[in-house]
């Protein structure tokens, strides 16, 4: 990534994690949570990077499981306010680049990328890294923003009227997402709901989505089995 979108980034810690104390932002994190550690399935003693790890808001689910956890960023604000979070959990910070990771072959049990990849062009590049860099017989779950769903149409439109980070976001398909590695791939979608609605109409929205396996859902995820 170049120095603009580090910067874009670096100005985002508060707005980011504010948005998931909001009722539908919570609902949010709640569902890509379960999402995330239903694909991952971090374990005690593992060892995991979480490439794009930004404030940490996902970050704390896998240290909870007991896992050691390496974070990764391009931003040092982001870092920085993961560091506040993270107090007395076995984790370590490392200010870096997922196109090019700063560790060697086989470094990590699993590895894990949620909503970064949307802002690298090179999706499959940094794919390869994230592969490179996991054990065989580990797993790589990567999540970002499904083109199917309302929530891109509208993001889309509102990069359009201001400057938002979307403008710099690539939605993409669940498919597409599945083609990024040479080995197959699961890939399920959650939030089926949308930012306005009522928190108990999402709640039902959301439960329908899932029993319906819809893969319309604002949040895609893959897990692939290196």
Same mark, same amino acid.
């Given at each position: 990534?170049?120095?603009?979108?580090?910067?874009?980034? +670096?100005?985002?810690?508060?707005?980011?994690?504010?948005?998931?104390?909001?009722?539908?932002?919570?609902?949010?994190?709640?569902?890509?949570?379960?999402?995330?550690?239903?694909?991952?399935?971090?374990?005690?003693?593992?060892?995991?990077?979480?490439?794009?790890?930004?404030?940490?808001?996902?970050?704390?689910?896998?240290?909870? %499981?007991?896992?050691?956890?390496?974070?990764?960023?391009?931003?040092?604000?982001?870092?920085?306010?993961?560091?506040?979070?993270?107090?007395?959990?076995?984790?370590?910070?490392?200010?870096?680049?997922?196109?090019?990771?700063?560790?060697?072959?086989?470094?990590?049990?699993?590895?894990?990328?949620?909503?970064?990849?949307?802002?690298?062009?090179?999706?499959?590049?940094?794919?390869?890294?994230?592969?490179?860099?996991?054990?065989?017989?580990?797993?790589?779950?990567?999540?970002?923003?499904? %083109?199917?769903?309302?929530?891109?149409?509208?993001?889309?439109?509102?990069?359009?009227?201001?400057?938002?980070?979307?403008?710099?976001?690539?939605?993409?398909?669940?498919?597409?997402?599945?083609?990024?590695?040479?080995?197959?791939?699961?890939?399920?979608?959650?939030?089926?709901?949308?930012?306005?609605? +009522?928190?108990?109409?999402?709640?039902?929205?959301?439960?329908?989505?899932?029993?319906? +396996?819809?893969?319309?859902?604002?949040?895609?995820?893959?897990?692939?089995?290196?």
């Amino acid at each position: 990534m170049g120095k603009e979108k580090t910067q874009l980034f +670096d100005e985002w810690p508060e707005a980011y994690d504010r948005w998931f104390t909001t009722p539908n932002g919570s609902l949010v994190r709640k569902y890509e949570s379960e999402l995330i550690l239903d694909l991952l399935k971090p374990k005690p003693s593992e060892v995991i990077l979480d490439a794009g790890c930004g404030t940490g808001v996902f970050t704390l689910d896998f240290l909870s %499981s007991g896992s050691r956890v390496i974070g990764l960023d391009i931003s040092l604000p982001m870092l920085i306010q993961a560091g506040k979070k993270i107090k007395g959990f076995p984790f370590k910070m490392v200010l870096g680049d997922m196109l090019n990771l700063p560790f060697q072959k086989n470094s990590f049990d699993k590895v894990v990328s949620v909503t970064t990849l949307e802002f690298i062009e090179d999706a499959k590049g940094a794919v390869e890294e994230l592969f490179r860099v996991t054990k065989k017989g580990g797993c790589i779950v990567v999540a970002t923003l499904n %083109s199917l769903s309302p929530w891109a149409s509208k993001r889309r439109a509102k990069a359009k009227e201001r400057h938002t980070i979307f403008k710099k976001a690539i939605f993409r398909l669940p498919d597409e997402l599945l083609s990024l590695a040479p080995v197959k791939g699961v890939v399920k979608t959650a939030i089926h709901f949308q930012k306005e609605d +009522d928190p108990k109409r999402a709640f039902e929205i959301e439960q329908n989505g899932q029993r319906q +396996d819809l893969n319309t859902g604002a949040f895609i995820a893959v897990c692939w089995k290196k």
